[in-house]
């Protein structure tokens, strides 16, 4: 059973504009999460990361939010670029799980110019 | 970001062969991971050690050995690589003080 899910498979938006991909997670035990950026046939990049002390985490145009109670992560680009396009994964660690890390499955993300 | 190398990229093999996977570190991280990652899904963990002489299977079962006798190399063997190992492979690292892990660029593997 998927313990981090991303739904939606692919998300298609016009550059300058907001991008929001979602994450959901059924562990409870979860409370690091973080966003990685890949390319094809690259390695994936660190984004960013939220402790589950905090609801929202912002770095330059990339923020993510925390909602706890629905165990739901969001990340948001603002303002959206066509060098964003890639692949995104959420990931979640659990204190104690020695940094192992959990993935989703990924989603696409398409900006048009 | 960490420092983290693997070759080869990219690498096409005939079944039965052994391969070695390298992977390398320049940031002194103790922690050390090996995912195997499918288009359009997620990565799944095989392999990680906590240090040198640490080794540990992951939650995805791999036919693939590592060892870890230096801190900053971390390599994966194939003894004899099928079709179905076909895939990518990531490596990465993590400092003690984080959950934070690095990757490196990958190596996509086709076993014909």
């Known amino acids: 059973d998927q313990q981090v899910k991303q739904n939606s498979p692919s998300l298609s938006v016009q550059e300058g504009r907001i991008s929001i991909l979602n994450c959901d997670y059924t562990?409870?035990?979860?409370?690091?999460f973080l966003w990685y950026k890949k390319y094809p046939a690259e390695g994936p990049t660190f984004l960013i990361s939220?402790?589950?002390?905090?609801d929202k985490n912002e770095d330059g145009r990339f923020t993510v939010f925390l909602n706890k109670s629905a165990k739901h992560l969001s990340l948001h680009i603002v303002p959206s670029q066509p060098g964003d396009s890639a692949v995104y994964f959420c990931?979640?660690?659990?204190?104690?799980?020695?940094?192992?890390?959990?993935f989703g499955k990924g989603i696409t993300l398409s900006v048009r110019p | 970001e960490a420092d983290i190398y693997q070759t080869p990229r990219y690498l096409v093999i005939g079944t039965g062969k052994k391969i070695t996977l390298e992977c390398s570190q320049t940031m002194g991280h103790d922690k050390m991971y090996w995912y195997q990652q499918d288009p359009g899904m997620e990565l799944h963990l095989i392999h990680y050690s906590y240090g040198v002489n640490s080794t540990e299977k992951g939650d995805l079962s791999s036919e693939s050995t590592v060892s870890r006798i230096r801190t900053e190399h971390f390599p994966l063997t194939l003894e004899s690589a099928r079709p179905s190992h076909t895939s990518q492979y990531l490596c990465?690292?993590?400092?003690?003080?984080?959950?934070?892990?690095?990757f490196g660029p990958g190596t996509r593997l086709l076993v014909l």
């Open positions: 939220i402790s589950s002390i905090k």
């Open positions: 562990n409870s035990m979860f409370d690091y």
């Open positions: 990465a690292s993590t400092p003690d003080y984080s959950s934070t892990q690095y």
């Open positions: 990931a979640a660690s659990a204190s104690g799980a020695n940094s192992k890390l959990t």
